[in-house]
């Protein structure tokens, strides 16, 4: 069925460093794809989406391209900053009507 | 806007008690989640829901039951927990579909089972 495979964490980065979360899916079809963000303490929330093929979704300086060829939905930000310290969610609605996540990626960025 | 409100928030409880969490949401959603989250398991889905009336099991069902008796609503019950149900819940809701979708979240339950 559906799903997405998620890079394993944690991550550690220096503050302004670059970073590349790796996510890969597989699907029926082209579903939209989803990053999820959730600080601590909170529950997930969308921090971009794609809704087709070579779409770019991006927010808060964060982008990920929906590549068709390579089945990936890579998050990346040019400059992390200690606010962006969360763990990071790859999601996919799958043909089930359930939205599938990964196992999410922790990320800590320290000043 | 309150979106998806879980209640409680924190809960804690003896083996062999039961609860019901329950999950509201005022976006006029079709579909509705539970899932819980585990350290280094990410989320997993429990039961859900596409309609009013419907439900159905997820990936991990096992000990718990829901209802969708009114759409707004989406209710998990255990009924004899068990120390293996500590956990933090999420309720989600979201429109029918695979494309321009997306799936929002409470803010999660808490439960302790000792």
């Keep these: 069925g559906d799903s997405v495979t998620q890079m394993e964490g944690p991550v550690t980065l220096s503050e302004e460093a670059f970073l590349t979360i790796n996510c890969t899916y597989t699907a029926t079809g082209?579903?939209?794809?989803?990053?999820?963000?959730?600080?601590?303490?909170?529950?997930?929330?969308?921090?971009?989406?794609?809704?087709?093929?070579?779409?770019?979704?991006?927010?808060?300086?964060?982008?990920?391209?929906?590549?068709?060829?390579?089945?990936?939905?890579?998050?990346?930000?040019?400059?992390?900053q200690v606010s962006d310290s969360a763990v990071y969610f790859c999601a996919l609605p799958n043909t089930g009507n359930q939205f599938y996540f990964g196992t999410g990626t922790s990320l800590t960025v320290i000043p | 806007n309150a979106g998806v409100t879980q209640t409680p928030k924190f809960r804690v409880l003896k083996t062999g008690q039961s609860m019901t969490l329950l999950c509201a949401q005022d976006m006029n959603h079709e579909y509705m989640y539970w899932y819980r989250q585990d350290p280094g398991m990410g989320l997993r889905l429990i039961h859900y829901s596409v309609g009013e009336g419907t439900t159905a099991k997820g990936e991990v069902p096992d000990g718990y039951n829901v209802s969708r008796l009114k759409k707004q609503n989406f209710l998990l019950g255990l009924e004899s927990a068990a120390p293996s149900q500590t956990s933090v819940y999420f309720c989600a809701s979201s429109y029918p579909g695979r494309v321009n979708t997306e799936a929002f979240f409470g803010q999660g339950t808490r439960l302790t089972v000792v």
């Design chain 1, 30 to 80: 082209y579903p939209s794809l989803f990053w999820y963000v959730q600080y601590p303490g909170e529950g997930l929330q969308l921090l971009l989406k794609a809704t087709k093929a070579d779409d770019k979704g991006s927010n808060k300086g964060f982008e990920a391209t929906y590549r068709k060829e390579t089945t990936s939905f890579h998050l990346e930000k040019g400059s992390v």
